[in-house]
Every structure is written in C-alpha cells, then in structure tokens.
C-alpha cells in the first residue's frame, strides 16, 4: 500500500551514520499489517530448511510438503505455486485466465486497479482492467452484470474474469453466499472467478468457515493466498482449483521472475504456518486486535469508525487537526482512501500498545 509521499528510492543513511543493530526497529505501528515481522513457527520452518542442502526450483521436500499442506487445507487436488509478492501473484494468476484482448472486472478500489502499477495489465499484454464502483470495496452480482453486457461489440474488450478480494481492501469480508451469487453470475457470463486472499486468513478467521467453503466450493477458480500480511517475510501462494487453468503456469512464473531458485525459503514457511495451525490464529489475532481497538475508540467525539470492522483493519473519519496531533503523538497511519484513517493490524499485536494508542486518539480528539 503506497505511503502518502511519493518516495521512489530508498532513504540513503549518511556514511557517517553509525548503524546499531536495531536501528530501524520501530515500536508497534498499525500503518500497515506489513510492518510486522515474521511470526515463530514460519521462522522456525525456515531455520529447519536452513541445516543443509536441498534441490532447487521447488524440487526439495519443503516445496512438496507445503503444497500438500494446502491440499490438505482446501481438502482437493489443487495446483499450487509459489510466488515472492501479491503484485505478481495477482498479476501471473489474471493473465493466465485471459487473452490480451479480455476484460477483468473488479471493484475500483481493488489492490490489482490502485496499487499494482499496472502489473495485470502488463503481465496479461493488455488485457484491460474494468473498475466497478463500490462503497465498500465488495463488487455484486449486478456491478458484474452491468460491466459484462454494458459492451459487446467488437471495439471493447471483452470481459473474462472477475476478480474479488477477500477481505476486501476496506476491511470487509464477503459471506460465502455473496461469494456463491458472484460465481453463479460468472458462469451465466463465462467469466472466471479469481480471488485476491492476500489476507484470506483474516477472512476465514472472521466467517468461521472451511478454507474450502469459502473457495472452490464456492466457484472460485484462482485463490492467491497471502503469506506476507499473514506472518512470512515473504511470499504469496497462487492456488489453481480448477487444474486446467494451471497449465505453463510454471513457465509464467519463470518468465516474469518469480521462479525462487533456493525455493525452500519461499515454502518452507508455509509448512510452518499452515502444519501448526499458525496461518489461522495469526488472522484471529489480528482481526480481534482490530475489533478491540474499535471497542476501546467507541464514543470519542468528533471520531467515528466508518467502516464496519470484519476484519483487521479499522477506517477512522476524524478532523485534520485530530489526525494531526496523533500523528504528533507519533503515530502513522494513512488516509489515501476515500480520506478515512486506516489502522491495519497484524498477527503479533501488543493490545496494550492499542490502549496506548486509543488513550492517544482520545486525547487527540480533546476527550
Ligand atoms: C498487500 C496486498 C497485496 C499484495 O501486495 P504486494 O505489495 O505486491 O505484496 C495484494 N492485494 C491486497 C488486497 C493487498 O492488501
């Protein structure tokens, strides 16, 4: 998610500048939940890969134990790949559903349309992304419906995918019906339907559901499930339920750079979170991190949480000047959407650093 600055290079630290081993370590901060470091038991899987050698390209043990993992998980035969970030999860997945010449329908305020400069575009030589308006992030069966008939000449492209995200990018999770409507439109239209998980854990954590309910049971066909915001130092997961739409993804993978050569490093962690159960409770933690911050900012006059908390985030409307002096106070946070303050919060949060900055919020807002 991009910081309000536009910064384009790294920040240089002066030669001169004496680095301390913890320099650069920040107390909790709920900018963003991938602030966050990578949570004991992926740690502990990638020390266990680091003793020793093992083959390269996905070819070793971990690689194979870690997508048995998520067939176990999803309870079906699934192709699973193994990719560095969200951008080219997303990015490799959508163009392997389309031609140059397809549409993909999402929700304007989709990861894939705001935040990834273009990749699905590109990775997919031009198939056009087509921005439904949505309130809340989640697109309907009728904002599908209307984006897929609204042209169908020759001069348009034409529309093939759908793409949801789960939870959405304002922190709402879509229920397994809603889902199930979405699907039932994309197979009335031909459409396949991809699923954006880059905090699946958090939305499976909220709906109480089975991983597979909320997926291809559901109609999904793609599912990218994100490791980064989930407690890994990096790596997404792309997950084919429908196996025939995995075909040359490999060959995808390599060409856009996103074939790991020491690969046990990318899945390993995996075997760590999803063999101890860590990938659920870390989505649990976060989202009940969330929902306490949201309990303890209830009734702070001239701040309201504007977004229903399902998730881990929570949206805050309050005056410049109040945001100003929490930002005094030393916290960050962003307001690039829709200028609501957005708190993100990840598998290790300290609740009693959300009291601080609760206590810090009301004192901001002079209550
Ligand atoms: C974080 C995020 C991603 C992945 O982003 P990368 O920075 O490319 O890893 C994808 N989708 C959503 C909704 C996200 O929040």
């Avoid at 050698?53 to 043990?61: C, H, I, N």
């Avoid at 063999?275 to 006059?301: C, D, M, S, V, Y």
Wanted: a neutral charge.
């Amino acid at each position: 998610m991009p910081p309000n600055t536009a910064r384009r290079r790294y920040p240089r630290s002066s030669m001169s500048t004496v680095i301390s081993p913890s320099s650069g370590v920040l107390e909790q901060q709920y900018g963003s939940d991938n602030y966050a470091g990578i949570c004991p038991e992926a740690w502990a899987a990638m020390d266990e890969a680091n003793r020793g050698y093992a083959p390269s390209y996905g070819e070793d043990t971990w690689t194979e134990r870690a997508s048995d993992a998520f067939r176990k998980l999803f309870e079906t035969d699934c192709e699973v790949f193994f990719v560095f970030n969200g951008t080219a999860a997303n990015s490799l997945a959508l163009a392997s559903l389309c031609q140059s010449y397809h549409g993909v329908i999402c929700a304007d305020s989709a990861h894939v349309e705001t935040d990834e400069c273009g990749a699905p575009e590109f990775f997919s030589n031009g198939s056009k992304l087509l921005a439904a308006r949505s309130d809340d992030g989640r697109l309907t069966p009728d904002a599908i419906h209307e984006l897929a008939t609204k042209r169908q000449d020759i001069h348009f492209p034409k529309p093939r995918v759908v793409t949801i995200t789960q939870s959405t990018e304002t922190g709402r999770v879509y229920t397994t019906a809603e889902v199930k409507a979405i699907s039932a439109a994309c197979k009335e239209r031909g459409l396949w339907l991809h699923m954006d998980g880059a905090r699946f854990s958090n939305a499976c954590a909220h709906l109480g559901e089975s991983p597979a309910e909320m997926t291809w049971k559901s109609g999904v066909d793609v599912l990218c499930f994100g490791g980064t915001k989930n407690g890994l130092a990096v790596g997404e997961a792309v997950i084919f339920f429908n196996r025939k739409l995995a075909e040359d993804f490999d060959y995808r993978c390599k060409q856009a750079g996103q074939l790991a050569s020491k690969m046990r490093f990318l899945s390993a962690p995996w075997v760590g979170l999803l063999e101890t159960g860590a990938w659920l409770k870390n989505g649990r933690h976060a989202n009940e991190a969330a929902t306490h911050f949201a309990r303890q900012i209830e009734g702070i006059p001239g701040v309201r949480v504007s977004s229903p908390v399902d998730a881990n985030a929570v949206f805050l409307q309050a005056s410049d000047e109040i945001l100003e002096r929490l930002r005094q106070r030393g916290w960050r946070f962003y307001t690039f959407i829709g200028g609501a303050a957005r708190f993100m919060f990840a598998w290790d949060t300290d609740l009693r650093r959300v009291d601080k900055l609760a206590a810090d919020l009301r004192a901001s807002a002079g209550a």
